[in-house]
């Protein structure tokens, strides 16, 4: 009996399973017709549905009088991407559904408009070059300037209720520092998380539930695993937050540093001239 592995929905390396786990995980969804499974005696990783005829076709008792069993054609759910043997698909336009998912697969059809779907495991993923991917940043951030302008709404009534704050040059305070006196500052301080609560809910749930992100969905794009599968959720927030770190540590860091260095220099000139 083969020990396969196999890579989960978060491309994570699982096994050794035995073929009927292999099949069991299929049918459960656990595994898709994209998912990489390798055994030895391959020269490498290949995609589930690669190997998938052979092994239905072990699952099954060969015909009587038959030496050998015939390898089992098989197709891919549109809905689900789960492989299944031809015989049990219902067609769909271009598309297979598997029996148990024909009257979900319509209903979002109609709900997202979708048009053109069929089986397309067999086609290679095609990354997005680096200009489309600025591109949709550009037009996601554009999207979200009017959300982060209401947002600040409470910064900007602070700023007009407490007025220009008076600084005083012998005083080391979040006047003199900021320029904004104590309520304009933690106003401005509660929008930032407001904002910051804004990026994430709109990155992880577009992400999540539609596999791309406005700006993504206007220059034809979407987010998936190595192997092709949907994003969960907590994995659509974690490339949030790699993102933002990575953005963060390149473009941010080092001129907030520079900040840090030319108060510390400010504040430090100050207090010598205290002393």
Not at 76 to 85: D, F, I, K, Q
Request: hydrophobic content about 50%; aromatic content about 12%.
């Amino acid at each position: 009996m083969a020990h396969w592995f196999y890579t989960d929905e978060n491309a994570v390396q699982q096994g050794p399973v035995e073929d009927s786990t292999l099949l069991d995980l299929n049918a459960g969804g656990a595994i898709t017709a994209r998912s990489l499974v390798w055994r030895e005696g391959m020269p490498g990783w290949a995609t589930f549905r690669s190997v998938a005829p052979a092994l239905f076709a072990h699952a099954t008792d060969p015909p009587e009088g038959a030496d050998d069993r015939a390898a089992v054609e098989v197709g891919v759910c549109a809905h689900s991407g789960r492989v299944y043997p031809i015989a049990e698909l219902l067609p769909y336009g271009e598309a297979l559904v598997g029996p148990e998912h024909k009257e979900t697969f319509v209903r979002r059809l109609l709900e997202e408009a979708a048009a053109g779907i069929s089986d397309a495991t067999e086609q290679p993923l095609a990354y997005v070059g680096f200009w489309w991917r600025a591109l949709a940043s550009t037009l996601d951030y554009l999207i979200k300037i009017l959300p982060s302008m209401v947002l600040m709404i409470p910064y900007y009534v602070a700023a007009w209720y407490e007025g220009a704050p008076e600084i005083d040059e012998d005083e080391v305070s979040a006047a003199a520092l900021f320029g904004m006196g104590p309520m304009t500052l933690a106003a401005y301080g509660f929008c930032m998380l407001l904002m910051l609560g804004l990026s994430i809910a709109y990155d992880t749930w577009m992400v999540g539930r539609y596999q791309a992100t406005l700006g993504k969905i206007i220059v034809g794009a979407k987010v998936v695993n190595p192997d092709g599968s949907r994003l969960t959720y907590p994995r659509a927030f974690w490339r949030w937050f790699v993102k933002k770190v990575i953005i963060g540590l390149i473009v941010w860091a080092p001129p907030f540093v520079g900040l840090a260095i030319v108060i510390s220099l400010v504040v430090g000139a100050i207090s010598s001239g205290d002393s």
